[in-house]
């Protein structure tokens, strides 16, 4: 990724529109300023939590403590991004070599999801503690667990008071 102050700029103003614009909105064009793009898209009938279970958690195997999941305001799934479409973004940059066929910790990856979750301020929740943050553990927690849904990894984009954090585990 460069490093240029244009592209800081454009970073800036990527994360700023978290401010007004809409969370799905806000998260493509996030995403896209990064480089992630794909047109691998799906709407979701709803996009409180219990749309979200309904459509990928049907047997009911989701931590709901440890997603967090009674502080979910809205979830979006963003795009799957594919190794064919990260093989073709990568044509002619020979410092990025994807190669999903092959194994990684046992596991072939084929693909990877991209989902945006916003969580209530964190002061919304009942004596908890202060702030309107979630910690590292709380969102690292979330990662884990809907990473579990899938059988690909998933990236999350959080929205939470006025922060954002992205999500990624190792697998």
Known sequence: MPSNPEFLKQIESALAA????????????????????????????STDAQGFLG????????????????????VEFLFQITDSEIQSATTGVEELAFDSKGQFDGA??????FLAVELRPASART??????HYNRTE??????????????????????????SIGIIHR
């Open 55 to 74: 459509t990928f958690d049907r047997a009911k195997t989701l931590n709901h403590e440890r997603t967090l999941l009674a502080d979910w305001q809205r």
């Open 127 to 132: 004596g908890e503690r202060k702030g309107q």
């Open 18 to 45: 978290f401010g007004s614009a809409s969370l799905l909105d806000a998260s493509l064009g996030l995403l896209g300023t990064l480089g992630y793009r794909s047109e691998r898209r799906m709407k979701l009938r």
């Open 139 to 164: 969102l690292a927690g979330v990662t884990r667990a809907l990473n579990r849904l899938f059988d690909m990894p998933a990236l999350l984009v959080f929205k939470h008071g006025d922060a954002v």
């Open 108 to 113: 072939q990856i084929n693909s990877f999801l």
